[in-house]
């Protein structure tokens, strides 16, 4: 492996790709319903405007109360990333680090200056090779790394918080909208045309937030969690060999401690 490795130093180790796992998922199920609503005849009557203000504004609205507008707003681009998100291989990253750590222990730390540049798609090592080529302590380079990661960790998990509690209002909402329908609906049992439409917000409200809950909120909550260890784990490799090279260590020692990082079954042999 550390044959195919060689010249390895600057190879990316990030590539944007598709989830489709998330879009087979989520268009997946919404075509089952769809399909369901068709074959059980008229799917328009399934589309309720009043009900879908309940729920979706009051979602919106009541989550809001839990975090902050800006908190709110940035965990919609969640869905994109979800969509289309970056992968990091952690046997790839492994495999470039240890080549970096090879290269700074045969020609020094500043040789490291050349491939720096080449790292545009790995921002954290980037940062933190770009600490260490410009002399900071390796002790130095980690705390601060470690800040760093500790940092983008939080704001992943307040993104996944937010969808977290939306998938808990959301079915809250059709329950509050499904209250309203019924009231409206006993207050008007002499009109017999009143009733149909606010029996249809009573159901609908609690459709749409079922819907809503359960094939959005929560499953893109728990794909971001996902994501989030993954990119973690990486960065974690990343922070290791920027530490192990500014302390000047030997590059196997950096070998045993990426190893204990990865999985038994996904572990390198660098060095042998």
């Given at each position: ?142 705390r601060l790394l470690q800040h760093e990661l500790r940092a ?121």
């Open positions: 492996m550390a044959e195919n490795a060689q010249g390895s130093e600057s190879s990316p180790g990030k590539k944007s790709a598709v989830d489709y796992a998330t879009i087979f998922g989520l268009l997946g199920g919404f075509a089952l319903i769809a399909m369901a609503l068709y074959m059980g005849g008229s799917p328009k009557s399934f589309i309720d405007i009043p009900s879908i203000l309940i729920v979706i504004g009051g979602t919106f609205a009541v989550t809001s109360i839990c975090f902050s507008i800006g908190e709110v707003f940035r965990a919609q681009t969640v869905v994109v990333h979800a969509l289309i998100y970056s992968t990091r291989d952690p046997v790839q990253a492994a495999i470039q680090v240890l080549a970096l750590a090879k290269a700074a222990r045969k020609r020094g730390v500043l040789a490291l200056q050349s491939i720096i540049p080449q790292l545009n798609n790995d921002k954290f090592l980037q940062k933190g090779l770009m600490m260490i080529v410009d002399g900071m302590p390796g002790e130095e380079v980690e983008t960790s939080n704001r992943h998990f307040k993104s996944a918080n937010v969808l977290r509690k939306s998938a808990e209002v959301s079915p809250a909402m059709g329950l509050i909208g499904t209250l309203i329908g019924l009231v409206q609906m006993l207050g008007n049992l002499d009109d017999p045309k009143s009733i149909g439409p606010a029996m249809a917000v009573a159901l609908l409200t609690t459709f749409y937030g079922a819907v809503l809950s359960n094939m959005v909120f929560a499953p893109l909550a728990s794909k971001l969690d996902r994501n989030s260890k993954e990119e973690a784990l990486v960065n974690t490799l990343y922070l290791m060999a920027a530490a192990s090279i500014g302390k000047q260590e030997n590059p196997r020692r950096l070998e045993m401690l990426v190893n204990s990082l990865l999985p038994p079954n996904r572990r390198i042999r660098y060095f042998d």
